[in-house]
């Protein structure tokens, strides 16, 4: 099993919602990702959670907050959000022993 | 600060031919990995083929094949008999073991022309 599931894969959200996107990996990877990607750009680092423990925070607005409940699964919570928000919000995980990511199929965030 | 530049924007090939998609990078680290991911319109981040620092070998999947040269800092990735299914954005990425970080290039559009 190499997938990296994430869900809802489509959300809509008004500005004073709170709405939470989920990750979840059954690989055993101790790194997991979050990324923002707008239209026809790159993924932009967001977190990076290493053995469960935060390693990594891109200057990221308290807006986002990311939580790792345990080894399989990694919770983006969203609260107050701006239109410019709006993106494709990717998960990953890697393992120590590969080399490479795996990604999940992203979430599409609409912020109205 | 480690980047990665992919200077074609967009690149055209006819299917059935050869194309090159260039990518170079920047770094201090000696341990890391390098990365060619797709991502087509689905969204779905496909890796596409990686290559260790450490290793003198270019990497090769099938169609797909890396020039690595590691002084020059250089990572292109080659595409024989292209197919209407390569068509996608591609991604030169670069992961340091230090601390996980994954960082991209900005993407090179593939177009197949038929």
């Known amino acids: 099993d190499t997938e990296v599931t994430q869900t809802p894969k489509h959300l809509v959200m008004g500005m004073t919602n709170k709405k939470s996107l989920k990750c979840e990996q059954h690989m055993g990877h101790r790194a997991m990702y979050w990324y923002k990607q707008k239209a026809k750009k790159p993924p932009e680092l967001m977190f990076v959670y290493s053995y469960e423990k935060l390693s990594i925070n891109e200057s990221v607005p308290s807006r986002f907050s990311p939580e790792c409940p345990n080894s399989s699964l990694l919770n983006l919570h969203l609260h107050a959000l701006q239109p410019e928000d709006s993106a494709l919000y990717l998960c990953?995980?890697?393992?120590?022993?590969?080399?490479?990511?795996?990604f999940g199929q992203g979430t599409r965030l609409t912020v109205v | 600060a480690q980047t990665v530049t992919q200077s074609q924007p967009e690149m055209s090939v006819q299917e059935a031919e050869t194309v090159t998609l260039s990518c170079t990078y920047d770094?201090?680290?000696?341990?890391?990995?390098l990365f060619w991911y797709k991502q087509p319109p689905s969204r779905q981040m496909i890796l596409v083929i990686r290559?260790?620092?450490?290793?003198?070998q270019n990497a090769t999947e099938n169609r797909f094949s890396v020039n690595f040269q590691k002084a020059a800092k250089s990572f292109s990735l080659k595409i024989s008999d292209s197919q209407l299914g390569d068509a996608a954005m591609y991604f030169c990425a670069y992961i340091q073991n230090r601390d996980d970080k994954i960082i991209f290039g900005k993407g090179t559009r593939l177009h197949i022309l038929p």
């Open positions: 770094t201090s680290e000696s341990d890391y990995y």
């Open positions: 990953a995980s890697r393992d120590i022993r590969n080399t490479e990511a795996f």
């Open positions: 290559q260790e620092a450490y290793k003198q």
